[in-house]
């Protein structure tokens, strides 16, 4: 009887207390203390590419981004001095868009 009581006393204790820390609770936190990508890169193309599944010339070519596409630079991957490819994502409307629609690839540079 002892230990139930005690049992349900610091799970009372920590339903009322522990709330207050979690981010949907009472405690505001400041913006500034997030690390936001700051390097991020917006390309808008100038001529057809390729986007392709994985940074390799024989990988499946997921689509052709026409020209005037805008991208969002991710990160890059050097194979060798003449070969670099960029992980990009496509801009897109989250909500209107198709799930489904393929938003991210490579592009060789």
Known sequence: M?????????LIVFALIGPITLPAG??????????????TKEIILSSNT???SFPEINATELLVLDI????SV????KVSESEIWVRVELAS?????????????WIKM
């Not at 409307?93 to 690839?105: A, E, T």
């Open 68 to 71: 005037g596409t805008t991208i």
């Open 26 to 39: 009472g405690i505001q936190k400041s913006l500034s203390q997030y690390k936001f990508p700051s390097n």
């Open 2 to 10: 002892i230990n139930n009581l005690l049992k349900n006393t610091c």
């Open 93 to 105: 409307n989250k909500f209107l868009d198709d799930p489904n629609k393929i938003s991210k690839g």
């Open 50 to 52: 390729s986007l392709y």
């Open 74 to 77: 991710l990160r890059n991957w």
